[in-house]
């Protein structure tokens, strides 16, 4: 398997899997020179996205906070844990390390992993050392630390080629030389991390924060069959759960509901919200119809009530001082209920928005899109806008055929007609040129767009195309 990155029409190795490694293939060699050092072995080829990694790194920190309490990611492939205080609850250090070890590999993960004093320690050993599994005792460090290479203090590539001219190869050489000369010739920050190697400098992490579980659960005696009170516990919990959020100044994005029945497999109904919302009333308004609809079976075991996505809400201001006539907040509220009841309703595909495209074609300069989530940023680009023309007030779904007469070739219009009625054209105003990207339609014309007014009171848009010679009305303005 190999991730492939590609850089000007050429594609590059960015990793290797082990077979490939043990055949030769290394970071940086490009794709033909790979394939004929596998040749005769099948190649998996993976297009390399560096984001979908971290976030993929960022998941396993957070899920290997059941082992430490503090979990730093270190980029690119390396997690920092602080097992400070765990040793009586994991049984001792080589205990814990190596359960570490085994629910990695419960994954599919292979990893290097030291136990150290300090962090900038752990991490150099864990890359460079020659075991997959190390630990250092606290007085052991330098000695554990002498045989590495310069370049496990992750130091920059002008101080790493200046150490490598004077012969400078593993940390034991750095720790013999005089402080003063390495700060004079290679700068403090070789210092900072020979010191953070040692223990005589802190080393600062930025540790992920667990993701905050937001629900209320009612767990019944025996199973309960009536819908009555599967509603009444349902609304209780709901209650319940908008008291957590409240205190956090949050609102839902998405309500989950699960039913555990007897004889039947759990059953999970998701609701999702196009503006975040501790409106009890609007959520029971929008969940109770599909509560209804749910097969309760042989009876439920228990209702778990979660907000499966949540979203900080703006402070709000004191009844007796706010101003609903200018209240945003309200107004964005108002919006969101509206859309939640339509998209009930009719579907998410039956409620649509307008998105911006940034095209000076009349016809593409928008399309409709599912409404989604009005404050997730998601929906229309924040880099596109409106160009600053004159357009008309309705554009027609279709440029519909008209016939012209002009004074000159290629010139404004002064007589048309349009939807069988004829009429003499007072004043004009163009032409406005307009064409399409060569990236969509080739070599293809424009077209010469006019403004023109009629004796009959009508103000139309109207072009000319360039490949046909003929005349179109494209909108009219009311």
Do not use: K, N
Request: charged share 25%; hydrophobic share 45%.
């Amino acid at each position: 398997m190999l991730l492939c990155t590609a850089e000007r029409g050429v594609r590059y190795v960015s990793h290797g899997c082990r077979r490939a490694e043990a055949a030769g293939v290394r970071a940086g060699i490009t794709l033909a020179h790979a394939r004929s050092l596998l040749a005769g072995l099948p190649v998996r080829e993976i297009p390399h996205a560096p984001e979908r990694d971290a976030a993929a790194l960022r998941a396993l920190a957070r899920w290997m906070l059941c082992f430490a309490p503090v979990v730093a990611p270190d980029d690119p492939d390396g997690l920092l844990l602080d097992l400070t205080g765990c040793r009586r609850l994991f049984g001792g250090e080589p205990r814990h390390v190596e359960r570490i070890g085994e629910a990695l590999g419960r994954w599919g993960l292979s990893a290097r992993m030291a136990a150290a004093p300090t962090f900038a320690c752990a991490r150099a050993v864990a890359r460079h050392g020659a075991e997959a599994i190390t630990l250092v005792p606290p007085d052991g460090v330098r000695a554990v630390l002498a045989p590495l290479p310069v370049r496990a203090l992750r130091i920059d590539a002008d101080a790493l080629e200046a150490l490598t001219d004077v012969g400078v190869e593993c940390l034991g050489h750095l720790f013999d030389l005089p402080r003063e000369a390495l700060a004079a010739r290679f700068g403090p920050a070789l210092l900072q991390r020979l010191d953070e190697a040692a223990g005589s400098a802190a080393e600062t992490l930025r540790p992920v924060q667990a993701l905050r579980r937001f629900e209320a659960s009612r767990a019944f005696d025996g199973p309960i069959r009536r819908w009555e009170i599967v509603s009444a516990v349902t609304r209780q919990l709901l209650a319940e759960l908008l008291s957590q959020l409240r205190s956090l100044e949050r609102g839902i994005l998405v309500l989950a509901v699960r039913l555990r029945r007897v004889d039947l497999a759990a059953e999970t109904m998701s609701l999702r919200l196009t503006h975040p919302t501790r409106d009890e009333r609007h959520l029971w308004d929008l969940l109770r119809p599909r509560l209804e609809r749910a097969h309760l079976g042989y009876g439920v075991e228990e209702i778990v009530v979660r907000a499966a996505r949540t979203a900080r809400l703006p402070a709000e201001q004191a009844a007796f001082l706010s101003d609903p006539r200018h209240d945003a907040s309200a107004a964005d509220r108002a919006l969101g209920e509206l859309v939640d009841r339509l998209t009930d309703r009719l579907g998410d595909r039956a409620v649509t928005r307008a998105r911006l495209a940034e095209t000076y074609v009349p016809e593409q300069a928008f399309v409709h899109a599912p409404v989604g989530t009005l404050t997730s940023g998601r929906g229309p680009r924040r880099d596109a806008r409106l160009y600053p023309a004159h357009r008309p007030s309705q554009l027609f779904d279709a440029p519909e055929p008209a016939r012209v007469l002009s004074l000159v070739p290629d010139g404004p219009p002064a007589w048309i007609e349009w939807r069988g009625v004829r009429a003499t054209v007072h004043s004009s105003a163009g032409p406005e040129r307009i064409a399409f990207p060569w990236w969509t339609r080739g070599t293809a014309a424009g077209r010469d767009y006019y403004e023109v007014d009629d004796d009959l009171g009508r103000r139309l848009w109207v072009y000319r195309d360039h490949d046909s010679g003929r005349w179109f009305v494209h909108g009219q303005w009311m």
